[in-house]
């Protein structure tokens, strides 16, 4: 008995090797797209993320863009639209078994972790002039294509950035001006605040580990912090990092914000929250403009949009940093048969025609050069967007680490926010220890 | 028959108990799927105050929930089919016939059921895609084929080694006088044992049926648009622009119906499946 | 090993003849045959997987290498040894999640039988609505999974849901509404939303037992002056005996290995209180993309739940033998 179980699980064993073996030297040899070339019309796999109101509302955007492309080139495209919660997930299966789409988007931010994995066509010189060249993208928005020094691994295709709403009725009523400084926000904030009607100065995504690590980011930056150092070492317990998340933290041991939005996930409720009324001042990306119509009714007159203020006077160290270069990338997956058609398709995608008229149902800013801001018809909302793009963000950290950075120091803020909307105070100790426990995890992971 | 009194407290006690904490969330799906979205954003209130038949209009595009019904079914009931028939022949093998490695193949079997979902995800994933790129077409990857090829094994531990005790309690004289007759091994398992054992059958095919109609880690992985199952595909009602909790809770009872129905006559069968496997 | 325990429990007394082990003499490969679709099946779907798996366990999976398996270099124990380095970020976090689970899975399984005992027990004699009840106390198992836990999450939001609507409201027993879904509550919210679907599952299976009970047995100890409570605990108990090995085994599994319920109640990062272990696997497999970590920690999990699984059948059929 014990014997026969031994040789079988070796040659189980053996089996399992073979077949690991087999699959891995196949995978990095030769790879499936899933293009095909049938009949001489090339048909090639394109997977989107969600960024219209719907999964359905985005095929209608698109569909009638990708039937104009086929009609240029006679490259059918497969649309997938996929939802921002498995995005990740399918594209890491999709490095993982070297089957993909031939051209899928990608968060932004995800570029120089992606690019590490070895899964995605680098854009040489070659490949570059084919989408229209380097100097067709506005720099900001192509820095964060890879990591600095190496071929991108994407270009980018929607341009966000962080803006802060603010409700003109509810200022005006309180006579405030939008403000200008961190500590004329908070002021203003606690002035707006009224519990007992359910009306907050700001509202917030707390439960989302996205935006909590945007602002880690963004406040780190402002006095002073840098996640990494220059060898691409975390460094999330410096002082600057550590004043960034209590700036952000803050908020909520402030009482200005509704306890109830640590719940808040990427979904609309903040939005929502101001949209209605109950809340003064939201601190979003440039897409917030659908929700806020869409769904709160809110009409584009009754808000304007300002650069989020930073600390005055500046921390040591600290820059007026008010957003991150958010966006979206267009990527190729390595393994595609079809190179051409997807450089092509990547070309049309980013085409200044394509561009005015993606950007407008995405409220997208545009990311080539001489693209006007058309999502909005607000030339005041139009310029802070765009003056924040140019003058006042800097991308993510472009490391390989940056999505594991991005988990793991979201999901701490997330869980001192947690804290302080439970009525626990937030210590700096506290915001220290989360952070080295990040940061400790990270350790793992690169 | 008498019965004491402290039973009948306790008779009820439990009753009310049970009952409302198995009807409140149902109460809840139920009427919030009767309200506007306003109201089910809105304070909650137990009684739908314009109630509107709207939500299960909406259900419809919104998100494509007839494909996601559509699919959940052909590869939950082709799933269930095969693994049950599979199980059968196993479980006849391991009843009625002493063989080498016997012990092995049922230790090993049941002792998959302990195994991870998580530990051979990505394995099985990067397996499909092998098999697709040595076939040279998509077979698995992200296919129904695939996700019923997977779900087959789920339930097949369970099932196997349930069936086995149910066979075992058949007695074998039945088989074995028909096999005197001149009646073959097949012939034997099904015009002699299969009839005696359906209760058996209905209670693994029913338990087949809901491991797989509830699974969500790997439907997620391995299904596409087109091919996304309605456990996968009922997360869509929440987009970036909404939650459409109405339309959840409406769409939840509008896929539920059809399967608690079926389960609910099937209940019979299943608690004389599990009786006889189980007990004796 | 259990099979064999089973069929040998399964001769029934007074059949006239026992039932023989000895092998028929049909063709020497049928029962070869009839099992090779099992075999295959699980081959490809379960073993041939877990062993990648195992392979996984041993090599730096990281972001670096996900692409091109083959470079990715073994590291022998390395990923074992972070993940069992108890002072280390990674190990502490484990442990924590592992305590967690085994928290939560005792919790769910002692109450989710105790429910289901209740139940079947409260609803074995015939009386009227005695179907209506039955049909009703089933339907929570038959809903699809993520069905009755978004319910549940929306019952639990703090502003607008039914739990604080009650408490804060009705009952007056909170002046401030609650977090159902973050801090330590989370875990109290996980466990009971799990609990309400577990315990029909064990309502069903005990049910099943009990019918199987004669009639005569009862009416014979009833005649005896046993009441009610002594009937249940000598009768049914005791017949029940096999039906409980299987359904907490099987409880045990289902829970310890619970991944869809902290799932859809929080995402892949659950709060620290209801970071269960298969979830914990996979934000250290997708989240850090870390794939060999996450396997070595999957094949620690394996070797419990089968050191586990092993220890209570041979308990419980040892005990079984003796009685």
């Known amino acids: 008995m014990k014997s026969r179980t031994i040789a079988s699980t070796v040659v189980l064993l053996a089996v399992a090797t073979t077949a690991a073996c087999g699959g891995s030297t196949e995978n990095a040899s030769s790879g499936g797209g899933s293009g095909s070339t049938a009949g001489g019309s090339t048909t090639i796999t394109y997977w989107a993320s969600n960024q219209g109101t719907s999964i359905q509302n985005d095929k209608e955007v698109l569909g009638p863009e990708l039937k104009k492309f086929e009609k240029q080139t006679g490259v059918h495209v497969d649309l997938q639209v996929i939802g921002w919660p498995d995005l990740l997930n399918k594209i890491l299966a999709a490095t993982t078994s070297g089957q993909g789409p031939d051209v899928l988007n990608i968060g932004n931010t995800w570029a120089a972790s992606l690019q590490a994995t070895g899964a995605f066509m680098p854009f040489d010189s070659k490949a570059l002039d084919a989408v229209g060249g380097k100097d067709k993208f506005v720099e900001a928005s192509f820095a964060t294509g890879g990591a600095p020094g190496k071929d991108p691994t994407s270009v980018p295709l929607y341009g966000l950035v962080y803006g802060l709403y603010y409700n003109k009725k509810m200022f005006a009523d309180a006579g405030l001006q939008p403000p ?64 960034g998340v209590k700036q952000y933290v803050d908020l909520m041991s402030q009482k200005v914000v509704n306890p109830s939005s640590v719940q808040y996930k990427n979904g609309p409720e903040a939005p929502t929250d101001f949209a209605k009324g109950k809340a003064a001042m939201l601190m979003s990306q440039n897409n917030a403009d659908n929700v806020l119509q869409a769904n709160g009714g809110m009409k584009p007159s009754e808000y304007g949009v300002v650069a989020i203020p930073a600390p005055n006077p500046l921390p040591p160290g600290g820059k007026d940093v008010a957003s991150f270069v958010a966006g979206i990338n267009l990527s190729i997956f390595k393994n595609t048969k079809n190179k051409d058609a997807a450089l092509k398709f990547v070309n049309f995608m980013t085409s200044p025609e394509e561009q005015a008229i993606l950007d407008k149902p995405y409220t997208a800013l545009p990311v080539v050069k001489n693209g006007t801001v058309n999502f909005t018809s607000k030339k005041d909302e139009a310029k802070a967007f765009a003056e924040v793009l140019a003058n006042k963000s800097e991308p993510l950290p472009l490391v390989p680490a940056e999505s594991a950075f991005e988990t793991n120091v979201g999901n701490a803020v997330n869980g001192l926010l947690a804290q302080a909307a439970t009525g626990k105070t937030v210590t700096d100790a506290d915001i220290k220890a989360a952070l080295q426990q990040a940061q400790d995890k990270m350790a793992s992971a690169s | 028959m008498h019965e004491q009194r402290s039973f009948k407290v306790f008779r009820w006690v439990t009753i009310i108990f049970l009952g409302a904490f198995t009807l409140v969330p149902l109460y809840v799906m139920v009427t919030s799927a009767l309200k506007p979205l306003g109201d089910v954003q809105g304070a909650f209130h137990w009684w739908p105050t314009h109630p509107t038949l709207r939500p299960f209009v909406d259900i419809w595009s919104t998100v494509p929930l007839a494909r996601y019904f559509v699919n959940s079914l052909i590869v939950c009931t082709v799933s269930t089919v095969l693994s049950v028939v599979i199980a059968i022949f196993a479980a006849y093998a ?62 097949l531990p369970f099932s196997i080694w349930m069936l086995a005790s149910y066979l075992d309690g058949i007695p074998r004289d039945l088989d074995e006088a028909a096999r005197v007759d001149g009646t073959s091994a097949m012939g034997a398992l099904f015009r002699i044992v299969l009839p005696a054992a ?56 509008v896929v539920s119906v059809p399967v608690v129905i079926g389960f609910l006559l099937l209940q019979k069968y299943l608690v004389a499946g599990l009786t006889s496997g189980a007990v004796k | 090993m259990t099979l064999t325990t089973r069929a040998e429990a399964s001769q029934k007394p007074g059949t006239g003849r026992p039932a023989r082990r000895r092998s028929l003499s049909w063709g020497r490969a049928t029962p070869f045959l009839l099992v090779v ?73 002692a109450v989710a039988w105790a429910f289901g005992m209740a139940g079947a027990l409260a609803l074995q004699r015939r009386f009227r609505g005695q179907g209506t009840l039955r049909t009703l ?128 109640l929080f995402g892949p990062t659950p709060p620290p209180s209801a970071d269960i272990i298969s979830i914990h696997i996979f934000s250290n497999s997708f989240v850090n993309w870390n794939f060999g970590l996450g396997a070595a920690m999957s094949v620690l999990l394996l070797l419990l739940l089968l050191v586990v699984t092993g220890i209570y059948l041979l308990v419980t059929s040892r005990r079984s033998r003796r009685a």
């Open chain 2, 198 to 253: 359906r209760p058996g059958v209905i209670a693994v095919a029913v338990y087949s049926f809901m491991t797989s109609w509830g699974e969500i880690l790997f439907a997620s992985q391995m299904t596409n648009d087109s091919t996304k199952t309605l456990s996968i595909g009922l997360q869509s009602y929440s987009t970036q622009i909404n939650v459409y909790w109405n339309q959840v809770m409406a769409a939840s009872l």
């Open chain 3, 37 to 109: 679709p099992a075999v295959l099946l699980e081959l490809i779907i379960h073993i041939i997987p877990m062993l990648v798996g195992v392979w996984m366990s041993f090599v730096e999976l990281t972001q670096f290498f996900i692409a091109n398996w083959s470079a990715a270099p073994f590291v022998g124990f390395g990923n074992y040894g972070i993940a069992l380095d108890f002072s280390g970020s990674i190990g502490k976090s484990l442990v924590h999640s592992f305590l967690i689970t085994c928290l939560y899975t005792v919790i769910v399984v």
């Open chain 1, 180 to 243: 200008t400084t961190w500590q004329e926000l908070m002021t203003d904030a606690k002035k707006l605040t009224n519990p007992s009607k359910g009306v907050y100065g700001m509202a917030m995504e707390g439960g989302s580990y996205t935006e909590s690590v945007h602002f880690a980011f963004i406040f780190g930056r402002q006095n002073g912090g840098q996640p990494f150092d220059d060898s691409g070492k975390p460094t999330f317990t410096t002082p600057g990092m550590v004043a």
């Open chain 2, 94 to 155: 391991v009843s009625r016939y002493r063989f080498r490695g016997r012990r092995l193949f049922t230790g090993t079997v049941l002792s998959t059921q302990m195994f991870p979902g998580i530990l051979f995800l990505l394995p099985l994933f990067l397996i499909f895609v092998n098999i697709d790129k040595t076939l040279g077409f998509t077979l698995l990857y992200q296919t129904r084929v695939g996700l019923t090829i997977t779900y087959m094994t789920f339930s």
């Open chain 3, 137 to 264: 106390f089933l339907v929570p198992y038959s809903l699809p999974i993520y069905a009755g836990i978004i319910t549940w999450s929306f019952m639990l939001q703090r502003d607008n849901g039914l739990v604080n609507h009650v408490l804060l409201d009705n009952l007056h027993v909170i002046d401030t509404p609650t977090f159902w879904l973050i801090g330590n509550n989370a875990f109290t919210s996980m466990a009971v939303v799990n609990i309400w679907r577990a315990w029909t599952f064990a309502f069903l299976m005990l049910m099943a037992g009990m019918q199987s009970v004669p009639d005569e047995l009862y009416q014979a100890a009833a005649v005896d002056g046993a009441g009610t409570w002594k009937q249940v605990r000598y009768i049914t108990l005791g017949v029940l005996k096999p039906v409980n090995v299987v359904l907490v085994l099987m409880l045990f599994l289902w829970t310890f290995n619970d991944f869809n319920t902290p799932f859809v």
